[in-house]
């Protein structure tokens, strides 16, 4: 792909251009999903990490693993239980007798792209062992401090119908996902595709071309990082944090955390589109899945509904 350490027309074409590949592949398995898999790539190249509720059967796991191959990525799945333990996820040291010595066995967390699968049915003490490895790219175990792989992202699922033995995420680990996006069904035309057996999903994903390496979504990371943010951006984001604080509608408004993810997603979400700057519209783009998880109804400290969430946020001018 184009070298992107500098921002020029032509590097910005070239990488726009493979952006397109990617989803054209990644839509190729996961059909039907273009927005969502522009989110997931968004999330990704802002140096996040995604939270993917929806029922079983949708295409969370496919999703999460085909974005990895078509990265180029080491992917690992972890299937979240209530008998798990922290160990099971980060690893553990395990006396060799030969050596006579404890001898630390990596988790599957040391990888790149980490699946935690139904991340909701483990108990908070499993759950929160997620949270440095999240928040600082490292794990600490028998006071000794191990770094993960770069890029490290995590993309956790849960099923928000079925809540019976599940322990909902505190708010403070809802935190660490920059984004939350919902699959939903296919449309009548993928799912037709999907049921008429003209190609299948194993196939599909076997063949899968790597489109990056490592070392481009690192260097794409540290480029999203330099995309431009004029004053009207970031008046426009300062009237957005102000509207959720205001008490009307949200029990409490968006922290300066929330309002630093909008920065990096909005700036990824105008990375990906060809531009070297942001715009209050790329910060629409990406509103509901940066903020969705983070507010609750100052009535009843309910999730509030995405297409209620938008009516609201429609009151901030645009400028």
């Known amino acids: 792909m184009p070298d992107p350490s500098i921002f020029t027309g032509d590097t910005l074409m070239g990488m726009q251009s493979q952006f397109e590949t990617i989803v054209d592949q990644v839509g190729q398995v996961v059909l039907g999903k273009e927005v969502q898999i522009r989110m997931a790539l968004t999330c990704l190249f802002a140096g996040g990490h995604l939270l993917i509720e929806d029922i079983p059967g949708i295409g969370k796991t496919t999703l999460a693993k085909v974005l ?14 209530s008998d798990m333990l922290p ?11 030969n050596t006579g010595a404890f001898v630390f066995h990596p988790g599957p967390v040391f990888t790149q792209v980490l699946l935690a699968d139904e ?5 908070p003490k499993t759950q929160s062992a997620l949270l440095e490895a999240m928040e600082e790219g490292q794990v600490t175990s028998d006071g000794k401090t191990r770094e993960l792989s770069a890029p490290f992202f995590v993309i956790a699922t849960q099923n928000p119908m079925e809540l019976s033995g599940t322990f909902p995420l505190p708010e403070s680990q809802l935190d660490r996902f920059l984004m939350r996006i919902e699959l939903g069904y296919p449309d009548r035309e993928a799912e037709r595709r999907l049921l008429g057996g003209d190609r299948t999903q194993g196939p599909a994903l076997k063949d899968m071309k790597r489109c990056l390496s490592p070392e481009d979504v690192l260097a794409l990371q ?34 300066p955390r929330a309002g630093l993810a909008l920065v990096h997603a909005a700036r990824s979400w105008a990375f990906i589109s060809g531009r070297d700057y942001a715009l209050p519209e790329d910060i629409q783009a990406v509103l509901i899945s940066v903020v969705g998880h983070r507010l609750r109804s100052r ?7 995405a297409q209620r969430l938008e009516t609201l946020f429609q009151e901030v001018a645009i400028p």
């Open 68 to 81: 990895s191959r078509c990265m180029g990525l080491k992917f690992r799945r972890v299937q979240f239980t």
């Open 87 to 97: 160990g099971d996820i980060l690893g553990s040291s395990i006396f060799d007798q």
């Open 119 to 123: 991340i909701n049915r483990a108990t």
């Open 222 to 255: 540290k480029q999203v990082d330099q995309v431009h943010v004029a004053d009207a951006f970031l008046n426009y984001l300062q009237d957005l944090l102000d509207f959720s604080r205001n008490g009307r509608h949200f029990h409490m408004g968006l922290s």
């Open 299 to 305: 009535d009843d400290l309910a999730e509030i509904p």
